[in-house]
């Protein structure tokens, strides 16, 4: 089984509807993100959160909202999606003290969200 | 701000040819830089890294070397594979706040032929 699960892996919506993209993890790691890639543009972060009670806007929070509800689950809400929203995200996680991983990222497979 | 900034791709080789990735990016201080590779329908992960000055960073015939004073992190490889064909991000951690929040180029997508 996968360090870092997403589901679901792939799901097509309408313009409106309110999407929750889940992410687990077995790391055992406090801290989790959220990214979204779009074509030529990378990985944008959009939340992060380095505990159960932290939650932090990343450069593109916009449309977008987090729950962490334990410390090995965090998911991302669309609460009204829109056709821009259309995009690969992944789930990423990391030790709280870097060691020899110092910013090493261990991310999920992604979910593939298209909005209509 | 910080940013990454990479080669645009694709980047087309023949296998056994050699690979160069440049990576250039803008940061204060000194941060820590990566090189990530997402094979197709896979998240990213872990290729190398490097987190000083004139480091080297290695892994699966994968070489790059922290150049501050270019503000390179140029990834090489010698003999590419088929199985390379890939997208490969450059990445930096700032460490102001000392959090790993990377900062991701826009990634470089190469395809390796037989």
């Known amino acids: 089984d996968a360090d870092v699960t997403q589901t679901p892996r792939n799901r097509i919506t309408k313009t409106g509807k309110r999407i929750m993209l889940e992410c687990s993890q077995t790391k055992g790691h406090d801290r989790m993100y959220w990214y979204r890639q779009d074509p030529g543009l990378g990985l944008r972060l959009i939340y992060y959160?380095?505990?159960?009670?932290?939650?932090n806007k990343g450069e593109i929070s916009d449309g977008y909202s987090v729950s962490r509800q334990a410390q090995a689950k965090f998911s991302l809400s669309l609460e009204s999606a829109i056709p821009n929203q259309t995009a690969l995200y992944f789930c990423?996680?990391?030790?709280?003290?870097?060691?020899?991983?110092?910013?090493?990222?261990?991310f999920g497979e992604g979910s593939r969200l298209t909005v209509l | 701000g910080n940013s990454v900034t990479q080669m645009e791709g694709p980047v087309t080789l023949s296998e056994e040819a050699f690979l160069t990735i440049n990576c250039t990016y803008t940061?204060?201080?000194?941060?820590?830089l990566f090189w990530y590779v997402q094979y197709p329908g896979e998240g990213l992960q872990l290729l190398l890294k490097?987190?000083?000055?004139?480091d080297k960073g290695s892994n699966k015939g994968f070489e790059a070397t922290y150049r501050k004073e270019t503000t390179s992190f140029h990834l090489e490889k010698g003999s590419v594979q088929v199985s390379d064909s890939a997208v490969y991000f450059c990445a930096l951690s700032p460490l102001s706040g000392g959090y790993n929040k990377l900062i991701f180029g826009a990634g470089t997508r190469l395809a390796v032929h037989p």
């Open positions: 940061a204060t201080g000194y941060p820590s």
């Open positions: 990423a996680t990391s030790a709280t003290r870097p060691t020899s991983g110092t910013g090493e990222l261990f």
């Open positions: 490097a987190t000083k000055a004139d």
């Open positions: 959160s380095f505990d159960v009670k932290d939650i």
